[in-house]
């Protein structure tokens, strides 16, 4: 028998690092010697517990900057798309950026270097965890409690898990491959969820429905 | 008072609120103490009015005391205030001997409340020097500084650096404000209570009111910026963009109103230059209000086609916040916190000049169901964003994150 999923919840803090990028330069020389992979992680993936508009052009900080205040719409769409989700490790990803900004900088049409309206500040921030007390132990009742999760707790076993765990996915999937295969095609489906273009509130929604429908089609 | 909390569930959520009780279990039971130096008047006290019942409600004892001092302390501070947001002021060295010596006397009657605290919250540099003579601390101290600091005057920072980089942290509005220093630099953008006087629903009755009393022509539009009388909410600004608006809107009324604050002694001498520059205008309406006229805020602001807030240096402007969660359209000033929150041509729009207020002005006015469609979109932004609820997570994960040392994943 599978251990009962224990729901827990997270809170996030922003903590400025006190480093900025004035121009593109900057930003890849601060990318080349970051060593603190809580930076990338911040800039690309804790944008889903901050404030940010409902219709953002840019999906993660870098490029939102770089449109925003260096007006590079061409390296802005190409930072845009990169997904974090794909990347095992966040040291990987700051390569991948690395190689983008390069790439940009050495085409012809490359305005070199002006200067940025406003600078990018780089964040990282620290996260509190804890335990809700409240259990599933069958995944039927998945849905209706999914539904009564704060955003936090949503972060914290669909987004953060992905750092936390080995296996760099979400918590729920990790979960129900525990009941030896009965739950494999639910944890499949939600494990085809995209998370990174969507807020989490829509998030939660999209796991209740992947869930509701699953059991609706008669599976138990 | 009843159970406060449960009344935010209403706005933001259940959850929400079950989200903070499990949050603040931890710390239970622990004393805060917020200093500042004023207890009516701006952004900073309002702040400390509303989220220290919430933190009692949660199990905190928290309290909250006020320095106090003489004119001459509070012109030092308001220099200080003003350097840090980068105007280029000599403090001479009476005044700094005096700033000084008021922090002496006021840690003289706060010591022992200071040192039995679990954690000390100093708001803003007039009470920093209390952390240096605070010498049998028990708990951690946390400077929170609300003022756009993105570029202090060099002299006058390095003066009170040296009071505040000895703190286990700092807390910033933004993370362009943030000053480098040798303690981890938190980042808490304020907010605004959905269920306070200034943001409560109001009776169709009592707006109404408010033409009568102001004299106001209901029929015509208003624009109406809420601001303490300070050079860097640019007023004289606002009257040119009005005017240059007013050659193409004939018809239009503009309010400027605000309160002084005791820890500013300009006011009045900017009061009287906007006085002026409006001369004798009888449609520019300048109101002196008295600090607790909250509910006369929320009227102006709910009978106000557009709100204004130009202004050329901003902590984080919660004016605009306020003026936004009764769905209106701010047109901006490109500076602070206001970026955080007018969402260019979404929520507003950010100018740098009259000019361009003005130009924004004429546009809204023209284009009223843009105008409404913005207006919506800023109240739901403010709903997900920047309300109280909002802000004290982050206060008490901060709190945690403090008493827990730097760790990057806490588990409680």
């Known amino acids: ?220 | 008072m009843g159970c406060k909390l449960d009344q935010y569930a209403e706005v933001a959520g259940r959850e929400v609120i079950d989200h903070l009780r499990q949050l603040a279990e931890p710390m239970k039971g622990i004393n805060v103490v917020h200093v500042n130096s004023t207890r009516e008047g701006g952004g900073v006290a309002e702040i400390l009015h509303r989220i220290i019942p919430l933190q009692q409600e949660l199990g905190i004892n928290a309290k909250w005391e006020v320095i106090t001092g003489d004119p001459e302390f509070y012109q030092c501070t308001k220099k200080m205030h003003n350097a840090l947001q980068g105007d280029r002021l000599y403090i001479p060295e009476t005044l700094l001997k005096q700033y000084e010596a008021t922090n002496r006397r006021n840690y003289e009657r706060l010591q022992s409340v200071l040192e039995a605290a679990d954690m000390v919250y100093i708001h803003d540099p007039q009470p920093a020097p209390l952390l240096s003579l605070c010498s049998n601390r028990k708990g951690k101290w946390i400077w929170r500084c609300h003022i756009d600091a993105s570029r202090p005057y060099r002299p006058v920072w390095k003066y009170l650096r040296r009071f505040v980089e000895g703190y286990d942290a700092s807390i910033w509005s933004l993370t362009d404000f943030a000053q480098p220093m040798p303690h981890p630099l938190y980042i808490i953008p304020p907010s605004i209570d959905p269920l306070s006087e200034k943001n409560m629903e109001l009776g169709k009755k009592e707006i109404e009111k408010i033409y009568e009393q102001y004299e106001l022509d209901p029929q015509r539009p208003i624009l109406v910026q809420i601001s303490r009388f300070d050079r860097f909410k640019d007023p004289v600004g606002v009257i040119q963009a009005y005017r240059m608006a007013k050659a193409f809107v004939p018809r239009l009324q503009l309010v400027l109103a605000g309160g002084g604050a005791t820890d500013d002694p300009e006011g009045k001498d900017v009061l009287i230059e906007v006085m002026d520059y409006s001369d004798d205008d009888p449609d520019i309406h300048v109101l002196l209000l008295p600090p607790d006229a909250h509910r006369t805020v929320n009227a102006l602001q709910r009978i106000s086609d557009i709100a204004l807030q130009k202004s050329l240096k901003e902590g984080f402007g919660l004016t605009v916040t306020e003026a936004m969660w009764k769905a209106k359209p701010v047109i901006g000033g490109n500076a602070g916190g206001i970026r955080l929150q007018v969402i260019n041509h979404h929520t507003g729009f950010l100018v740098d000049t009259p000019e361009g207020a003005a130009l924004r002005i004429r546009y809204l006015l023209k284009n009223r169901e843009n105008l409404e469609v913005m207006g919506r979109r800023a109240k739901e932004y403010v709903r997900e964003n920047f309300l109280l609820t909002r802000h004290l997570r982050e206060y008490l994960t901060q709190m945690v994150a403090v008493m827990r040392g730097s760790l990057e994943r806490i588990q409680l």
């Open chain 1, 1 to 220: 028998m599978n251990q009962p999923f224990a729901v827990l919840d997270c809170a996030l803090i922003a903590i400025a690092t006190g480093q900025k990028a004035h121009d593109l330069r900057e930003l890849r020389d601060r990318l080349i010697t970051m060593s603190d992979p809580g930076i990338m992680y911040y800039h690309f993936w804790d944008a889903l517990l901050r404030p940010r508009f409902v219709d953002p052009e840019y999906q993660n900080d870098f490029a939102a900057w770089v449109w925003h205040d260096l007006h590079d719409r061409r390296l802005a769409e190409r930072l845009s798309i990169l997904n974090p989700a794909d990347y095992r490790l966040m040291d990987d990803l700051r390569h991948k950026m690395i190689e983008v900004i390069e790439e940009r900088m050495d085409e012809e049409d490359f305005m070199f270097y002006p200067d940025a309206d406003h600078p990018f500040f780089f964040c990282r921030s620290q996260i509190v965890i804890f335990d809700t007390h409240f259990r599933i132990d069958d995944p039927r009742k998945l849905s209706e409690i999914i539904a009564q999760m704060s955003l936090g707790s949503i972060f914290y076993h669909f987004i953060d898990s992905r750092r936390r765990t080995h296996s760099g996915i979400n918590d729920f999937s990790v979960w129900l491959r525990g009941f030896e295969g009965v739950y494999e095609v639910l944890a499949d489906e939600i494990d085809a969820i995209d998370p990174y273009f969507d807020s989490l509130p829509v998030l939660r929604n999209e796991l209740v429905t992947v869930v509701e429908k699953y059991f609706k089609k008669g599976n138990h």
